[in-house]
């Protein structure tokens, strides 16, 4: 049986870089598995930028297509999954501004996501109800959590990106900001930022019920 320090976790990110460096010697299976290891938390972003599950996986194929392609360049300076965040934000960009030269296309495919389940459950889970909550708090639960993502997504990209990284994947400061290509300065500053706006678009909601808070 393997001690603690024998085990390596999935997380590691050396094993990200040895799945790279396998890769690179011409393994395919080794990209295969930073595929499956990423694809939810990527195709998670990209919703959160396009807003139209049926883009989603096109896109996040994409990413993964420039990865691969672009996986000679990747130095190690930098978490794996930061580095295909980053390709996977401008991969996104890429596809909304494409839909925007197209006033009508991009307008439905904005519709098409609104009532999309994957719009924002990780929100509805800070905000959600456990099960001993009477029907009125589950309903008012849920509301809060509508009012979250509807000021999520009428915040400015620049914004809505930097919360989504931070407070949905976990990225720490430092990781956003190679992630969004930004100083941390500025990561910090949209965080701020994203919160206020947020907390001024539920305060309304959130004076109703006493202890709770986004």
Known sequence: MNSPEDHTSPQAPDSDIMLVQRT????????????????RRVERLIGRMVRDVDLVPDIAQE?????????????????????LYRIAVNTAKKQLLELKRD???YQSQMRSGEDDETSGPEYE???????????????????????????LEA???ELRMAITLREMDGLSYEEIAQALECPIG?????????????????KPMLDRQTGKRW
């Open 63 to 83: 990413t993964f297509i420039r990865a691969y392609k672009a996986l000679a360049q990747f130095r190690g300076d930098a978490q794996f999954y930061t580095w």
């Open 24 to 39: 690179l010697a011409g393994e395919q299976r080794a990209f295969e598995l930073l595929v499956i290891k990423y694809q």
């Open 186 to 202: 500025t990561v910090r500053s949209r965080i701020f930022r994203a919160r206020e706006a947020i907390s001024l678009r539920i």
């Open 103 to 105: 006033p009508l296309i």
């Open 155 to 157: 915040l400015p990209e």
């Open 125 to 151: 889970q800070n905000v959600g109800a456990s099960d001993s909550e009477t029907p009125e708090a589950v309903l008012a639960s849920k509301e809060i959590a509508q009012a979250v993502n509807s000021a």
